[in-house]
C-alpha cells in the first residue's frame, strides 16, 4: 500500500517590498541601544572630529556621549530652565546653546563652567550655530529676531527682525562666514548676509518651518514643516525644486547620509524616511516606537542616534564586516554527525551495510483529515483564521487537491452561514489575485450552483455575493482595458519599427523578372 503524499503547498513569489542595495545597506545596523534620558531630546549633533563624539540636548541638560559609551562622558548641566540646540563648533572644541530663559552659553567641551553668557533675546532661544569663521554665533529666538554675536568679546554684531512668528531653526554656510538662513513659523525662509541690512532671500514654504538643512554645495536647501519636505535652488534665487510629502505627521528634523547622497527626515509619526538625493524616491524607511523629534548621523553613517518624546535617545551601530560574515556563517546548516567522522566528501563502500533510521512524518492538521478522507474537516482546518489570513496559499492548495479528487462540491455543500461568510471573504480577498486566481474561480462557480435556491434568505451571505460580483465586474473591465492598451502598444511599436528591405538575388528591383530574363525582353524589342 502506497504511504499518504501530504498536500503540496506551492512556493509563490512574495508580492513586498524588493531587495535592493539600499534596503541590504540600511538593515546592517544592531539591535538599536536605548538610553533613557531626563527629558524628551530636542537636538543631537555629532562632533566634526574624531573620534566623533555626540551632544544629546534634552530638558535643562546637555549629555556629551562617546561613539560606543552607554553613559555620557560629559555633562552640562548649569541650566535654569531647557535647553537647546547644543552645537559643537567645527574643530570639536566648542559647544554653544540656547535655554528658556533667553541667555545664550558657550562651553569649552574639556570644562563644565560657561565660557561666555550672551545676552539680548527677551524670549527663548531655540537656534544656535556657529560660523565658518569660528568666530561668531548664530541665534534665533521666539521674540521673532536673529543675531550674530562675536566670541571673543562676547558682544552682539547684529540683529534682524524680518519674521513675524518664532524662529525654531537656522543654519550658517560652511562656505561663507557671513551668510545664514533662519526658518520661522511665519511659514518663510530668509538668507541673511552679515554685510547687509536686511534679508537677501526669501522663500514661502506653506507651513510652520521645523528644520533646515544645506547640501554640502549649498547650492540646494532642504525645508522641513508640516507633513512637506521641500528642496530650493538658492542658485536660481530661492526657486522650488521639489515638494515631498511622504509622512503623515509633522516633520520634525532632517539629514544627510551617504556622503550626501540621501536624504533623511524624521516626523511625528514614528518614521524616518531615506530618500535618494537623484530621484527624491523613498529607498528605505524606520519605525520607531514614539514621535521623534531629533535625527543625527554619524561620519560614514557609522550611527544612526535619534531622540523621541519619550524621553528615549536611540542609537544603532553599523555592523563590521566580520560580524556581517559571522551571522551569515551562522544561518548556514551546521553539518551533521557523519561529517565530522567521515569527511563531508565520504562514499559508501560496496561492503558498507547501511543502516537507514525511518523518518517520522509529521503531518498538517487537514493533511490527517485528508488522508481519512474527511473531506469537509480538511476544508474546515485550512479555513482557520490564521491560515486564511497569513498564509492563503495553504487554503488554495487544500481546494486543488480536492478538486483534484473530485470531492471539492461534497465539501462545499452542507454549510452554514458563518461558515459560508468566512469562505465567501476569502474569494472576495484572493479571487483576483493572478496567482491564486485559476484555483479559486472553480469554488465560486460551485458554490453558486449548490446555493442558488437559497439566495435572498441570508442578508450577510447576500451581501457578499453582492460585493463578488461587483469585484468581478470591476476586474473584467480592467482586463478589457488592458486589452485595449496592448493593442494600442503593440500599434505603436509596428510603426515605429524602421522598414527594411529584403534584397533577393537575381531579381531586378525595377519589375521583379529575373535579371536575364530582363535583358532577353529587352533585346525582343522592335527597333524602329
Known sequence: MASFKPTKIPV???????????????????????????????????????????????????????PFSQEPVKTFSRFKDTAYCGRFRSDGQLLVAGCEDSVVRLFDVSGKVALRLFKGHSKAVHVTDFTSDRYQILTGSDDYT????DIPNAVELTAYQEHTDYIRCGVTSKLNRDLFITGSYDHSLKMFDGRMEKS?????????????????????????????VKVW???KGGQPLVSLRNHHKTVTCLALGSNGQRLLSASLDRHVKVYSTTTYKVVHNFDYAASILSLALAPDDQS????????????????????????????????????????????PKQDDYLVSKPVKQHLAKYDKQLKKFNVSKALDQALVSWTRLKKPEVLVAVIKELDRRGTLKNALAGRDELWLSRLLNFLIGNLVDSRFAPVLVTPAEMILDIYYSVIGQSPVVDR?????????????????DLLEILGMLDTMFASSLPRKEVPCSGISRSNGLIQGEASTSRSQLPVT
Open 233 to 235: 535652488d538658492l542658485l
Open 146 to 149: 536673529c543675531r550674530l554675536w
Open 304 to 347: 544612526i542616534v535619534v531622540g523621541m518624546t519619550n524621553s528615549i535617545l536611540s542609537i544603532k551601530h553599523k555592523k563590521s564586516p566580520e560580524e556581517s560574515k559571522e551571522l551569515t556563517n551562522q544561518q548556514r546548516r551546521r553539518p551533521s554527525y557523519r561529517v565530522f567522522v567521515k569527511g563531508k566528501n565520504y562514499v
Open 464 to 480: 457578499q455575493l453582492i460585493r463578488l460580483q461587483e469585484l468581478l465586474e470591476k476586474e473584467l473591465d480592467y482586463q478589457r
Open 12 to 66: 509563490y513569489p512574495k508580492l513586498g517590498e524588493k531587495v535592493t542595495q539600499d534596503t541590504l545597506y540600511w538593515k546592517n545596523y544592531k539591535a538599536p541601544v536605548q538610553i533613557k534620558e531626563f527629558g524628551a531630546v530636542s537636538n543631537i549633533d555629532f562632533s566634526p572630529v574624531a573620534p566623533h563624539n555626540f551632544a544629546v540636548t534634552a530638558f535643562t541638560r546637555i549629555h556629551i556621549y562617546g
Open 200 to 228: 537677501v532671500m526669501s522663500m514661502d514654504h506653506g507651513q510652520p518651518v521645523e528644520s533646515l538643512l544645506l547640501y554640502p554645495s549649498e547650492g540646494l536647501l532642504v525645508s522641513a514643516g508640516g507633513r512637506y
